[in-house]
């Protein structure tokens, strides 16, 4: 085979093409790095005219991907070397590649700036600064800006901080101050950008404010949203044509339609007043009353026209309200008001980079984005004409580099082009940049890539050959099956557009099939098939709520229906979901086939394993941790790559404690987790001692007194520990943190120590990543115990933590978890894509100041007098451009997720009610073009807002069509697709019994002990092993029920006792934890929650007083009650009680007492039958409860006890029945605590007045 034949038409093109600037859009697994490490390979070995490799510039995306290259340039020189050992230029090539510029651009700016730092005002000894120090040399700068506006007491800057600085302190215009410089670090020129953007404000009086950058985005939204909204009255009279009875609705409808029309047709007209016309075309439509229709109509399609008119009246209501609010004066005269206050703001921006300079230069540091502004700045320099050009030290480079190859290119940003610009022969009549990437691919906006660099070549570049701008397509996937290939191409076909996606997905677009699958040689294998959407319908509906907890004071009947079954929130769902799919594919199917994948290493096919399988989601946060659990608790091996956790494992924690008390020893809460670690193991006892030595000192003082004491071992302890902590203090004083650290971990024995624990080898594997930060940080300015203790405080609150150590590697056989993000560049033969329910981030658009790299500022309005703020036009503009670019960011990350699996491809999500969320999608894909329409793609929430819509149209996804109940058919266009779908639709009461119960473990391995054949001769320990195996604890009994229970859990489970006729008190079962309320979406108060109120004002009135309503209104003054609580009391049932016959008396006697907690010991036997045995006899349970009331007269006790409970006629019984054993306890209380006999007991029902005694 020639080496030509080795790749496709387009591949070759790529690597021979010489004719200028290239622009390679490589689809997913097109094989662009082999493309890449090729054209390499043949510019070195060209024969007629080879480039030596250090006259190549290799930039790449990551070090990982620059060692790659570096190796398989290696290799590839190596193989040549074999073929042809006697060529000097091939040896030459591999003594070239050790200095070779194959790097990223943060590399290659540091060896720009290190090897001309005369040029610039910088230390040559510089070092880059760690991420953390440079953060908190950041916050102290701004600090500082901060003081000294203080002391100034400019009148600008406390109006500033008035309009965005927060209620309480200055942090939030901190926060925005901190968050726009780092903003502008992805702009060539920071200082201009600001300049340039906060004049762009200073609009002029009598400017159209559709001429301004922000009135242009605003005025494509308008347009999109109308030709939506034209589409959806057309679809509306397209129905009323054909519907009986609803003929007198087409002349309104048509006249709805004329309006939209009107506002569309000034979309084209030239002038100058084009907002204005638009505002008042917008504001004037009105919507006449529909006529009424006669009793022949067709109800089905009435109902569907009208729910059409009304979406498109909420739609022109949402534009006036947010988008085209005000006219071309107000918003200038907003403009001009915001124009000081953003100057002003950008004014201390620039006083944080001048501080914060001044700081980096004192320590000779730089950060990575210094790298890349000095190096722009040694590359350029500033013509006649303000113009930027090629410095001479970037015409040297120029000259150097023969070609410039650039890998990720839709990764790039501002500065980076820049770069790149001065160094590359773009002003020559051959231009010599290679660029390759996948603009479909583009994911890194938040890092401030600019996929808009990516897209411009793609639009104006030729793919004419010759062309010295020219474009080649790679469009062939060598990476997955056909199945999975057609999946994803039915899918983005239909959903990613310019408006979406910032790029048409056609044909020329999508992927074609080019991996060589063999055929399976087995009968007894499945590979490949279908791909899968299951959706999960969660559902909130009353009968799916697990457990009602009730309060003896809500409820209404004598019945209780609790239950213990476990309900899951919707992430466990989804997680049960997951794992129950992967074990149908790990094991055999009816017909004892098993899922099989191509071993490429092998050559052949193999059952499948847990490595095989990726479990892509969009944020691991909050997530991956219920995926871990529920798959472990499956049987599942896994393995989550979080990025967080290494603060949060015990060995860190101690660990970090003893560090804070080696620097302090006077601070209590880590002592004490010292204290009670194995690394001085003070048992509880010893802990009560030592605080018994100073019950009021510091827990470190009394320690001293403890050990200056000498009583005892625990004495003899304290002082032990006391003399290591104190040689450990002096060692803090001249040893560094990492050497500190390591001498701890073998001094007290505790590496070791954990080593031996479950999971020792991770948690050794943690403490050594904890001694390697430690020695990083000793690396920085910041050195010493007491700053790395800050340091470490401040790594958890900037970055909220650091991902525990990796002890797995690529071989070990579990199922992985990671983002969507960390899988760019790898592929699995399976791939789950989960959390497709999930809705996207869009929480960046509400913050108070917006920021865009072309449209710059977009502040809210705030007038702090009046207390009134309100997005600005500016703002809105630009919250509908970031909404646009993370929708399109969102689109590419789902197409990066899709075509990452190689065999299988499984998406899941879950939708609160399938019906309405398939209705929807129903709505949405009704439309006859292949590409689903713009505005529908806009109003996506998540994944499967595009996903169900694409798949609805599928000829033969009936299912999902079929699964919800519609009134009409479906009249959009259905396609008559490759792609393979199976779609399944869940109930959570489906997944409610994933988990492999701990019964399921016993039984099976029970069932594995009974399939062992028993050894015909006994062994020597068979008795001793019959006797450990036999033992049984003597208090069991005892083990199993509560150190305490209240009166009204009592209660309750009598209630359960004899509702089942049972003989003895039922055992301890944990409390089932109610939603809460804001999650129940309850409204006003429950039975439970007034009775409480009313427990609560009877305890506190003053009975000698009249005026209840007044008593009850102080409370409210006192903020004891709430106005809300206070309306829930009927003080006309308190009077009722006072003027009952038991009020009287209560009300004369001397000594009232109301609301009278209570504990007391009883025997376990009067609840547990089964306790009474010799063994448990002297068993005790705590009893507590609260007495509502009770008074004392002359011969006795009278024990009243108030229940808000409904009593309906003729149950009167039922309820002396359900508190009898509550009573008998309070009057047992009451007597043990008094001395006194209680000589009545009475409930009083609040509900009908009557007093009933026992």
């Not at 190549?56 to 070090?63: I, M």
């Not at 509906?541 to 009730?550: L, P, Q, R, V, Y």
């Not at 590409?931 to 694409?950: F, H, R, T, V």
Request: proline share 3%.
């Amino acid at each position: 085979m020639s080496e030509k034949n080795k790749w496709t038409e387009e591949q070759w093109e790529a690597i021979t093409g010489n004719d200028g600037n290239l622009l390679v859009a490589a689809a997913a697994g097109a094989g662009k790095t082999a493309v890449l490490v090729e054209r390499i390979i043949r510019k070195i070995t060209d024969e007629k005219n080879p480039v030596d490799i250090d006259k190549l510039l290799v930039v790449t995306f990551t070090n990982a991907a620059a060692t790659e290259m570096r190796e398989r340039i290696a290799e590839a020189i190596s193989e040549r070397v074999e073929k042809d050992p006697g060529s000097v230029n091939i040896q030459r090539q591999l003594t070239l590649l050790g200095k070779a510029s194959i790097t990223t651009i943060h590399s290659f700016c540091l060896d720009v700036i290190r090897s001309n730092f005369q040029q610039i005002n910088i230390d040559p000894g510089f070092r880059i600064a760690d991420e953390t120090e440079s953060q908190l040399m950041k916050l102290e700068a701004l600090s500082e800006v901060f003081d000294e506006q203080y002391e100034i007491g400019n009148a600008e800057f406390f109006e500033l901080l008035e309009c965005y600085g927060g209620n309480r302190d200055d942090r939030a215009l901190q926060d925005m101050v901190l968050s726009l410089y780092d903003f502008i670090q992805s702009s060539p020129w920071p200082e201009e950008w600001l300049e340039k953007m906060t004049e762009n404000l200073n609009v002029p009086d009598g400017t159209d404010f559709g001429e301004t950058p922000w009135g242009k985005v605003l005025l494509d939204t308008v347009k999109i949203e109308f030709e939506g909204l034209k589409k959806m009255m057309t679809h509306a009279l397209d129905i009323l044509k054909y519907a009986q009875g609803l003929e007198k609705y087409q002349a309104v409808y048509m006249d709805d339609l004329a309006n939209i029309e009107a506002v569309l047709k000034l979309f084209n007209e030239s002038g100058k007043t084009q907002w204005d016309s638009i505002f008042n075309a917008i504001n004037n439509i009105e919507f006449a009353t529909l006529p009424r229709c006669g009793k022949e109509v067709d109800k089905g399609k009435q109902e569907i026209v009208k729910k059409i008119r009304d979406d498109v009246k909420q739609e022109i209501k949402k534009l006036r309200e947010k988008i085209v609010i005000s006219d071309s004066e107000e918003i200038i005269i907003d403009m001009k008001n915001l124009y000081p206050k953003m100057k002003y703001f950008a004014g201390l921006v620039k006083q944080l980079a001048q501080k914060y300079e001044k700081k980096k230069n004192y320590k000779s540091v730089v950060d990575f984005n210094d790298l890349e502004h000095f190096c722009l700045e040694i590359l350029t320099e500033k013509a006649e004409d303000g113009s930027v050009k090629p410095s001479k030290v970037a015409l040297g480079y120029k000259e150097r580099f023969e070609e410039i190859l650039v890998d990720e290119y839709q990764d790039s940003n501002l500065v980076q082009e820049n770069i790149i610009g001065m160094i590359s022969r773009k002003d020559t009549v051959r231009p010599n940049v290679f660029m390759v990437g996948d603009v479909k691919q583009s994911i890194y906006r938040f890092r401030q890539a600019k996929p808009e660099l990516f897209l411009e070549k793609y639009n104006t570049y030729s793919p004419d050959r010759g062309n010295p701008y020219r474009k080649i397509l790679l469009f062939k996937n060598f990476r997955s099956r056909k199945e999975v290939v057609d999946a994803v191409n039915f899918l983005f076909k239909q959903i990613m557009s310019v408006s979406v996606g910032e790029l048409d997905y056609t044909d020329t677009e999508a992927l074609n099939p080019g991996a060589v699958f063999p055929e399976k040689d087995r009968e007894d294998m499945i590979v490949g098939g279908e791909a899968e959407l299951h959706l999960i319908q969660t559902g909130d509906k009353e009968d799916m709520t697990a457990f009602e907890n009730e309060s003896e004071e809500g409820q209404q009947n004598g019945d209780e229906d609790e239950t213990d079954e476990e309900m899951l929130d919707n992430v466990q769902c989804e997680a049960r979901l997951v794992a129950r799919r992967i074990l149908e594919m790990m094991k055999p199917d009816e017909e004892g086939r098993h899922f099989s994948v191509f071993d490429k290493n092998k050559n052949e096919y193999r059952k499948l394993e847990f490595r095989d399988i990726v479990i892509l989601l969009r944020t691991t946060r909050n997530w991956a941790e219920v995926f871990v659990d529920e798959l472990s608790m499956m049987g599942i091996p896994v393995f989550a790559d979080t990025g967080t956790g290494l603060f949060k494992t015990v060995e860190v924690q101690v660990m970090l404690s003893l560090l804070q008390i080696i620097d302090n020893p006077l601070q209590d809460i880590p002592l004490l987790s010292v204290l009670r670690s194995p690394i001085v193991g003070f048992t509880t006892d010893e802990l009560a001692e030592l605080r018994l030595a100073d019950k009021k000192a510091l827990l470190y003082e009394a320690m001293k007194k403890l050990a200056e004491s000498g009583q005892g071992e625990t004495a003899a302890k304290a002082l032990a520990f006391l003399e290591k902590l104190q040689k450990w203090r002096e060692m803090s004083l001249y040893m560094s943190t990492n050497r500190l650290l390591w001498h701890l971990y073998n001094d007290t024995g505790y590496y070791s120590m954990v080593g031996a624990m479950p999971a020792g080898e991770q948690r050794q594997a943690n403490l050594r990543k904890l001694f390697e930060r430690a020695r990083q940080f000793e690396e920085t300015s910041y050195k010493g115990l007491f700053n790395f203790i800050n340091f470490i405080d401040k790594l958890k609150s900037s970055r909220g933590d650091m991902g525990s150590a990796k002890i797995l590697g690529e071989n070990d056989n579990v199922v992985r978890i990671m983002s969507i993000h960390k899988s760019k560049g790898l592929e699995f033969p399976v791939v789950i894509l989960a959390g497709c329910g999930k809705k996207f981030n869009m929480q960046d658009m509400n913050k108070s100041i917006l920021l865009h790299q072309d449209l710059g500022f977009g502040p809210d309005v705030v007038d702090h007098r009046l207390r009134l703020s309100w997005p600005s036009a500016a703002k809105q503009a630009i919250r509908e451009k970031i909404k646009a670019e993370t929708l399109s960011e969102e689109m590419r990350i789902l197409y990066v997720a899709l075509t990452r699996a190689r065999e299988k491809l499984i998406i899941t999500g879950a939708v609160k009610d399938a019906g309405k969320t398939v209705g929807k999608w129903l709505a949405s894909a009704e439309v006859q073009e292949e590409k689903l329409p713009s505005y529908e793609m806009i109003k996506a929430a998540n994944y499967l807002d595009w996903i169900g819509p694409a798949l609805i149209r599928h000829k033969n996804c009936g299912e999902l069509r079929d699964s919800v109940s519609i009134e009409k058919d479906f009249n959009g266009q259905l396609w008559d697709d490759p792609s393979i779908w199976s779609i399944k639709i869940w109930n959570k009461s489906d997944m409610q019994n994933g988990r492999v119960s701990d019964d399921q473990v016993e039984s099976k391995f029970i069932k594995w002990l009974d399939s062992l054949e028993e050894s015909e001769e006994p062994s020597e320990y068979t008795e001793e092993i019959v006797r450990r195996l036999s033992w049984n604890y003597a208090y069991a009994k005892a083990s199993r029920i509560p150190a305490k229970v209240s009166v009204t859990e009592l209660k309750r489970r009598y209630n359960i006792m004899v509702s089942e006729e049972a003989m003895d008190f039922p055992d301890y079962l944990p409390t089932l934890i109610k939603k809460p309320m804001f999650l129940e979406g309850k409204k006003g108060l429950s039975y439970a929650e007034k009775g409480t109120i009313l427990h609560f004002v009877m305890q506190h009135l003053d009975y000698n007083r009249e005026d209840i309503e007044a008593q009850i209104e102080e409370m409210v003054a006192r903020d004891l009650l709430t106005e809300q609580q206070a309306k829930t009391v009927d003080t006309d049932r308190i009077r009722r009680f006072l003027k009952s016959p038991l009020g009287k008396r209560m009300l004369t006697s001397k000594s009232i007492n109301r609301e009278v907690p209570f504990n007391i010991e009883i025997p376990c036997y009067e609840l547990y039958r089964e306790m009474g045995d010799a063994v448990c006899h002297g068993e005790t349970i705590l009893l507590q409860g609260v007495i509502d009331c009770y008074f004392e007269e002359p011969d006795g006790i009278v024990l009243v006890d108030y229940k808000t409970d409904y009593v309906s006629p003729g149950n009167v019984e039922m309820i002396k029945e359900r508190y009898r054993v509550q009573i008998h306890y309070y009057a047992r209380a009451l007597e043990m605590l008094s001395g006194k006999k209680v000589k009545e007991k009475y409930i009083y029902l609040f509900w009908n007045g009557e007093a009933l005694k026992f």
